[in-house]
């Protein structure tokens, strides 16, 4: 399968909001061909799998993630950084 395949396919799956399946194919693409993979899919994933996190934690404040402030150190590290942002190419 080739990097644009794969991102294609990663695609697919983060708009059907399967963003644990689309994150490994966007690495795929990437590891096949860092040239025509897509880092920006990457980071949309991650920071979708973060804001819904965040989302369950505010409906039952009950449920502890104990990785939830790691990755919100990880989100503010993206938008510092000028990379967070939410575009997904095919």
Known sequence: MSSSTLNKEGN???QQ????????Y???A????RRT?????LAAT???AINLLERVVE???????PKLSENRMRL???RQSGKGGTRVQS
Do not use: C, M, T, V
């Open 46 to 48: 991650y920071l979708e």
């Open 76 to 78: 503010e590290r993206l």
């Open 12 to 14: 697919r799956l983060f």
């Open 26 to 28: 966007y690495q795929r």
């Open 59 to 65: 409906i039952d404040e009950k449920y502890h993630l």
């Open 30 to 33: 990437l590891d096949l061909d």
């Open 17 to 24: 909001g399967r963003y644990g399946e689309a994150l490994s």
């Open 37 to 41: 993979g897509n880092p920006w899919n």
